[in-house]
């Protein structure tokens, strides 16, 4: 494992390389560019207000900055889940071709949408301002969270790309399985809306967790009455389990490794 | 530099049951195959879904297949290594398991120093993206640093000769503008072992010599080549060494003149068989439409015509209906003598005797000289020259003289003659390498023919 990970150092140049690749094919072509990526999140946001703060009536207050303070670290997840599903499959023209770490292409996958993420955090503090959100005081929570969060969306992201190229039907299922995660997270809804006796099992979702920081700096820190951190037990459960997420998921890539070539 | 970067991933990498060694010790042996057997798994309709494989423990279907058994062999620092053998005999994945791109399934390869693959050009290149940032990205995944590349930026440019192209997106590119581009970064990528694999055939004529002048130029700087091609030209040119490969096992390796003749008689041998082959195939439709009865009128001499060949293989690389035979070909001197070598520049005849066994109208008569590669050095028959030869009967015994003055380098050439029929498609009878002429030639020069050139050095100015 650990001469993996020295090996994976050796090759951390073809890793930004390839995440700026990402970055880049996404918006080549497009007039706005990367613009889309702070243009997205303010169309969702306005989508969904519609919905929970005028149709459904949720009683939130300032429901946009609710959901979106939650919303964007789910995406990053999610994106990262389903851009990485299929991404060794479709990169089969350079693993036939080329040796290098393999765990650098859905790897690359996920720090692209961790660098957009960032870019869409950047939009997100711009509209708190405007909004005089302080969302500064929390703040320096933020980077741990956005650490932990890392790993467990990299351990996801490293099974579910290698299952895939054994198990082709995966890439279909996955969109369903991200939706089930989305609904069993508070993303749309707040967790004191959850029964009492489910709470308990929400909260062995790491992404529970997250959100529930994510909400605190951002939304929470607005109405301090509704502020409510998690014990530590919760938080430490949170980073052991997305820890083991990570390893889990880069020895199955690395066990599944040798066979890719043969089955793509 | 590169070198850092590979050495940092040495150590022994053990994967299940096999090793890659890397040392960057003083050893005389850059690539060390010791024992390696692949095995591929062939597998029988799709991928099962995930479904059957966790509800109903389906497994997949697959067959075995060895595509190498057992190969062992060591390539030298600063040696020129060839691979040669048939199609599906295992070279390009004994390419891979050198390159790590597969992993054996057994046995241990053992690498000194860096390695780059040219596989397969371009390889990665992302079709939006435009030749300065595809130059980048590709040779990152060769395995260079960023700082490389912007020294050798420049280089990699020009050698492509894309300068006015370079950021243009690459979908916009021809194929050989694009393949430019894959072998320009690749080439430059400067590894201690390169790898190469049929990709040699890049780009118009001045693009190829340049391609070689960067073969010969890593050559000449000692570094390790091992390459993959069925142009059996260009191994033999470039190789010191070559491996012939068969069913994934050595058949022979060493001399290339000594290997690749061997190669090229076990593909004539092929041949062969799928000629005899395909006449048994068609004797069977004979006798098939003979059995059923059929209104055509078949004459019995043809079934035993079209087996001819096949008389205990005895009769080597040869074909044809049999309709008239080569019974025999000579070489004879000016004064009529039977000979087997000449000297550069003698007039000689080259006498064949055809035996007709049916009226043949208009044959055509023909001869090619090829040299010890199988090149074809020049052929030529009767009606190329205009001469119509009429018709003979069942029982004609013929003479045909070509009369030949002998402009060849120095070396061994082989004489094929034919007798065709006027369709100039179909053969009477055909004899591969029938005569050998050994010529002997003083002259230093190097090729095929000697044009006999007169060389005057003067001086213009000073």
């Known amino acids: 494992m650990i001469s993996n990970f020295k090996k994976l150092f050796s090759y951390h140049e073809l890793l930004f390389s390839l995440t700026r690749k990402e970055l880049k094919v996404k918006y080549r072509g497009s007039a706005l560019g990367f613009f889309w990526s702070l243009l997205n999140p303010i ?22 900055i609710f959901l979106i303070s939650v919303l964007l670290p789910f995406n990053f997840l999610s994106n990262s889940v389903n851009y990485g599903a299929n991404s060794i499959v479709a990169n089969g023209n350079l693993i036939n071709k080329i040796y290098f770490p393999r765990e650098i292409i859905p790897l690359s996958i996920v720090l692209a949408n961790l660098t957009n993420f960032f870019f869409e955090l950047i939009a997100l503090f711009i509209v708190l301002g405007i909004m005089g959100y302080k969302f500064y005081i929390y703040l320096h929570i933020l980077p741990l969270v956005i650490l932990v969060q890392f790993f467990l969306v990299s351990g996801v992201t490293l099974v579910v790309s290698s299952l895939t190229v054994f198990f082709r039907d995966l890439q279909h299922l996955i969109g369903i399985i991200m939706m089930i995660w989305f609904f069993g997270t508070p993303v749309i809804y707040p967790l004191s809306m959850v029964p009492e006796k489910f709470q308990f099992i929400m909260k062995a979702n790491p992404m529970t967790v997250f959100s529930i920081f994510y909400r605190n700096i951002f939304y929470y820190v607005n109405y301090p009455e509704e502020l409510q951190f998690p014990t530590l037990k919760v938080i430490l459960m949170a980073v052991v389990v997305s820890l083991f997420v990570f390893f889990l998921g880069y020895f199955v890539f690395k066990k599944l490794e040798p066979r890719f070539t043969e089955e793509i | 530099m590169l070198e850092e970067s590979l050495a940092s991933q040495n150590g022994i990498v053990t994967n299940t049951n096999s090793t890659y060694i890397d040392t960057d010790g ?15 798994r062939i597998y029988h309709g799709k991928n099962p879904s995930l479904k059957d494989a966790i509800l109903k423990g389906k497994r997949v279907t697959y067959e075995e297949f060895l595509a190498l058994d057992n190969v062992s062999f ?39 120093g860096s390695v780059s693959a040219l596989l397969e050009l371009g390889a990665g290149f992302h079709a939006d993206l435009t030749g300065r940032e595809n130059i980048y990205i590709n ?8 700082r490389e590349i912007d020294k050798k930026f420049d280089e990699i440019v020009r050698f492509s000769e894309l300068e006015r192209f370079i950021d243009t997106p690459v979908k916009n590119y021809s194929s050989g503008m694009y393949m430019r581009l894959g072998f320009s970064v690749a080439i430059n990528v400067n590894p201690d072992i390169l ?20 073969i010969y130029d890593f050559m000449r700087r000692g570094k390790t080549i091992i390459i993959v091609s069925h142009d059996l030209e260009t191994i033999s040119d470039l190789c010191k060494r070559v491996a012939f490969l068969k069913n994934g096992k050595i058949e022979d ?118 040299d010890h590669r199988g090149n074809i050095v020049y052929g030529t028959n ?70 006999n050139s007169e060389i005057t050095i003067e001086k213009i100015s000073s």
């Open chain 1, 43 to 64: 169309l969702v946001m306005l989508v969904y207000s519609f919905v929970f703060s005028i149709v459904m009536r949720l009683g939130i207050k300032h429901y946009a």
């Open chain 2, 26 to 40: 003083n050893s005389t042996v850059a690539v060390d195959v010791r024992s390696i057997s692949k095995i591929f």
């Open chain 2, 74 to 112: 060591s390539v030298y620092k600063g040696e020129t290594f060839g691979i040669i053998g048939p199609n599906g005999s295992g070279k390009s994945t004994l390419l891979k398991l050198i390159a790590r791109i597969l992993v054996p399934n057994s046995g241990e390869i053992v690498i000194n």
């Open chain 2, 139 to 146: 040779a990152a995944i060769l395995g260079m640093k960023k």
């Open chain 2, 195 to 214: 790898l190469v694999d049929e990709v040699l055939a890049v780009g118009d004529q001045a693009f190829q010599s340049k391609c070689y002048q960067v």
């Open chain 2, 253 to 370: 390796i060493g001399n290339p003149i000594v290997v690749i003749n061997k190669y090229r008689s076990y593909i004539e041998e092929m041949e062969r068989k799928r000629i005899i082959e395909q006449q048994k195939e068609e004797r069977k439709k004979i006798f098939k439409s003979l059995v059923e009865g059929e209104r055509k009128v078949i004459d019995g001499e043809e079934i035993d015509k079209l087996s001819r060949v096949s008389i205990n293989g005895e009769v080597v690389n040869r074909f044809g209906s049999g309709d008239a035979e080569i019974k025999r070909i000579r070489l004879v001197d000016k004064d009529g003598k039977d000979v087997d070598f000449c000297k550069y520049g003698d007039e000689v005849n080259i006498v064949m005797d055809v035996l007709f066994n049916t009226e043949v109208e208009d044959p055509i008569f023909g001869i090619r000289i090829t």
């Open chain 2, 382 to 451: 009767n009606r190329l020259n205009n001469i119509r030869s009429g018709t003979f009967k069942k029982g004609d015994l013929v003479k045909v003289i070509f009369s030949q003055r002998i402009v060849f380098i120095g070396g061994t050439y082989f004489v094929s003659p034919s007798v065709g029929y006027k369709d100039t498609k179909t053969y009477c009878d055909w004899v591969n390498n029938m005569l050998t002429i050994n010529v002997i030639h003083h002259n230093r020069a190097e090729g095929i023919a000697d044009l």
